[in-house]
């Protein structure tokens, strides 16, 4: 990152606690590079054993979809009750769980309601809203790290659009069967009546669908592509936030090779085992990475270099409601009609459960993201 990228940085960040100095843009540093910039890097590696996942049976993909949910999936958004606390000078440890916790249940309530009442529905509003979210998080890693080529909200919307859609949209292009495999086992824990899932889920398989999905996705790209490299080879001018001084073309270089690793990588992998590695290695990681800024002890052991100390503290915060994700998702599992007798609908039972865990960190990720400007690019909060 640049000074001048570093600075725009810090101005889109929150008014944190104590304040941020040279000491915290060090910190953001290092926190982009280990928990952003390096899993790019690994998933790039293992593009090779990607390739060929789609060569293996389905459960090698479920297996490390279950490892990866264990390991960092589920953590990372199990610090969502301090992040209140932690991202607003005036909210207290109380009220900041009081908050959370309401917002949780009432929407993970919702949620699982959802899937009984309407699976068809309920899974393809996970699909989107997945969609959005893992395309909020990375927008919110590259607004952190001070790109320069996303100076406005509709551009940085666009931008959202394209890093949700690589992990959904992308595995219904170039791997169908696997996907509506997964969208069966979901629906069909609701539907006792064999068969009864294959056909509901239908619709969304049809070349139509399949067709303007990837037609939708290669123009978003490339428009996102195109007009990032518009914003810095004409180094400023029309841009919000910097009255039309230089932009730096780094963070757009660093979009486009993001942009080529994930595309790669959807395209080749099998979707389940795609998923899943993304899921820890990429999108956890990164809010990770997020959560240890806004918690000046973790921030200052970043600070310090001290990868492991930064990755002690989340965990620390983390693990009670690491445990409680795992209750919700047994939950889940004892009431589904259909029973979970297969891999399968293991896979099932966990994505419902993380789908009712995933409205209320959406809603939390919000108004994380409202407090740190990442959707009012140049106005700072
Ligand atoms: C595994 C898998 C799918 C869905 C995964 C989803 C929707 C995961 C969502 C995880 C979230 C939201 C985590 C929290 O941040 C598809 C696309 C149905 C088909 C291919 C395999
Ligand atoms: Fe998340």
Do not use: K
């Not at 992040?83 to 207290?92: G, H, K, T, Y």
């Not at 068809?120 to 979210?133: N, P, Q, S």
């Not at 978003?220 to 001084?245: C, I, W």
């Not at 979009?255 to 395209?267: H, K, N």
Request: cysteine-free; hydrophobic content about 55%.
């Amino acid at each position: 990152m640049t000074e001048a990228a570093a600075t725009e940085s810090t101005e889109s960040r929150p008014a944190s606690p104590g304040g941020r100095g040279s000491t915290a843009q060090s910190a953001e540093e290092r926190v982009d590079r280990w928990f952003a910039r390096r899993p790019a890097l690994a998933l790039a590696a293992l593009l090779p054993i990607g390739a060929v996942t789609p060569l293996f049976p389905v459960e090698v993909g479920v297996a490390t979809f279950a490892l990866g949910t264990l390991v960092v999936g589920m953590a990372h958004g199990a610090v969502d009750h301090l992040v209140p606390l932690r991202a607003a000078p005036d909210v207290s440890l109380r009220r900041s769980i009081a908050a959370v916790s309401v917002v949780y249940a009432v929407l993970g309530g919702a949620v699982v309601a959802a899937f009984f009442l309407a699976p068809v529905a309920a899974f393809v509003g996970f699909i989107a809203l997945t969609w959005l979210h893992w395309g909020q998080g990375d927008v919110a890693t590259l607004s952190i790290a001070g790109v320069d080529h996303l100076p406005t909200s509709a551009e940085r919307w666009l931008a959202l659009v394209v890093r949700g859609g690589l992990p959904m949209g992308v595995p219904l292009l170039a791997h169908p069967e696997e996907y509506r495999l997964v969208a069966e086992w979901t629906v069909g824990l609701f539907l006792v009546d064999a068969g009864a899932a294959a056909t509901a889920v239908d619709p969304l398989f049809t070349p139509a669908v399949r067709a303007a999905v990837g037609a939708g996705m290669a123009t978003a790209t490339l428009a996102s592509v195109g007009l990032g490299y518009r914003r810095v080879r004409s180094g400023g001018g029309g841009g919000s936030n910097d009255g039309g001084g230089r932009r730096d073309p780094a963070g757009w270089r660093r979009d486009v090779g993001e942009l080529a690793v994930l595309w790669a990588w959807f395209l080749l992998a099998a979707p389940v085992f795609a998923i899943g590695v993304y899921f820890a290695l990429w999108h956890a990681l990164r809010h990770v990475g997020r959560l240890v800024l806004v918690d000046p002890e973790a921030a200052s052991a970043a600070s310090a270099g001290d990868a492991v100390g930064a990755l002690a503290r989340f965990g620390r915060d983390a693990a009670p409601l690491t445990l409680g994700g795992f209750l919700v998702v047994g939950a889940v599992g004892a009431s589904v009609p259909a029973g979970v007798a297969a891999p399968g609908d293991l896979l099932a039972v966990s994505l419902v459960a993380i789908a009712a865990l995933t409205l209320p960190h959406v809603v939390v990720v919000a108004w994380l993201d409202r407090r740190q400007g990442v959707w009012r690019p140049g106005v700072g909060a």
